[in-house]
């Protein structure tokens, strides 16, 4: 089944950029979706198609997608972005989702 | 405005039986697949299965093929995730989780989740 491997933490000063990565076999392939999940809260949806951001969610964060690699960008940090972060891609040949192994923010 | 409103808290002791619930609002249930969503104390997300309610058509995890049924009530808009018979390591927060229409293959919306916790 399909992997996706993200770096376990990144720490990152308040106002600094924050680059989360999600490995995958020709992940620039597919849509690659960004969640953020806070301690005792829902998922939230940050970014979906690679590069989109849903209604509300700030334009702070920011997505790309290519080759083997995607990559979740946090610009000016704040420390309301600590969170666990997780990448999400949909299988189309076998019509099975799978998300990235996480990667927790921490603001310095 | 999409709600996900997912049954309480449940504690069990394993090989008992167990059906949770989601029942969804603000959206024509039956047009947009609902799925299910693991996350073990202290561990990342698991994607267990996914149903699309008009048509009950199921598609699972194979991690989880066999452990688990999902199933919808069209006439109270209420997906279910259910066990036979529970065993400890399916102590988890369980969330179930709308796609997004048409070819939209992220989940916008998500329940509250439901802790279950097994234990003897």
């Known amino acids: 089944s399909y992997v996706l491997t993200q770096p376990p933490s990144v720490s990152v000063a308040p106002g600094q950029t924050a680059r989360i990565t999600c490995g995958g076999h020709d992940i620039g392939g597919k849509s690659v979706h960004w969640y953020q999940q806070t301690p005792g809260q829902a998922p939230v949806l940050v970014v979906h198609s690679d590069s989109d951001r849903p209604s509300g969610i700030p334009d702070r964060f920011s997505g790309s997608n290519s080759g083997n690699t995607a990559t979740l960008t946090i610009s000016r940090v704040e420390a309301g972005d600590e969170a666990d972060y997780y990448c999400q891609v949909w299988e189309s040949g076998s019509d099975h989702y799978v998300f990235g192994t996480a990667t927790k923010v921490t603001v310095l | 405005e999409v709600l996900l409103e997912q049954s309480g808290a449940e504690v069990k002791k394993p090989g008992e039986s167990l059906k949770i619930s989601c029942k969804g609002s603000?959206?024509?249930?039956?047009?947009?697949?609902i799925g299910w969503v693991r996350q073990m104390p202290g561990k990342g997300l698991e994607w267990m299965g996914i149903?699309?309610?008009?048509?009950?058509?199921?598609t699972y995890s194979p991690s989880f093929q066999g452990q688990v049924t999902i199933s919808v009530d069209k006439s109270i808009d209420t997906a279910y995730l259910q066990w036979s018979s529970l065993k400890a390591s399916d102590t988890a927060i369980y969330y179930c989780?709308?796609?997004?229409?048409?070819?939209?293959?992220?989940?916008?919306?998500w329940g509250q989740g439901t802790l279950v916790t097994v234990s003897s």
């Open positions: 989780a709308r796609r997004g229409g048409g070819s939209r293959s992220y989940f916008p919306f």
């Open positions: 603000g959206y024509s249930f039956n047009n947009y697949w």
């Open positions: 149903i699309y309610p008009d048509v009950s058509k199921t």
